[in-house]
């Protein structure tokens, strides 16, 4: 899966980079469909293993899956910090209910 929208990234190979499924913080939330959450000292690994999240020096995030009409997995959102703070479940939960106004917003095309 290539990303569609990028905001906040400072490299420009963030567009060439590829999620895949099961692999890292954003596939295992496209292989999961479920919100997954990473930090370097729970789950490094999923940090590791993220190309985007290696590349822009990111200690934690938070992957959301994005559905498609028929319920299926469609895409990712992927949020991450440079300071570390991981981010917590309150987090996650006033982030998801934003996630559908933010795809109306920047268009359905961006799936």
């Keep these: 899966m290539k990303w569609a929208l990028i905001a906040g990234g ?9 999620i895949m499924p099961g692999v890292g913080l954003g596939g295992m939330a496209l292989r999961h469909g479920a919100v997954c959450r990473a930090n370097a000292a729970d789950n490094a690994e999923w940090l590791a293993a993220c190309p985007v999240m290696l590349a822009e020096k990111l ?7 994005v559905f ?11 949020f991450g910090r440079r300071h570390g703070l991981p981010y917590a479940e309150a987090d996650a ?10 795809i109306e917003m920047v268009g359905d095309g961006a799936l």
């Design 10 to 18: 400072r490299g420009s190979r963030l567009e060439l980079m590829r």
């Design 68 to 78: 498609d009409g028929s319920g299926a997995p469609a895409g990712v959102m992927l």
């Design 59 to 65: 200690l934690s995030g938070v992957a959301f899956p």
């Design 93 to 102: 939960g006033w982030i998801a209910p934003l996630i559908p106004r933010f």
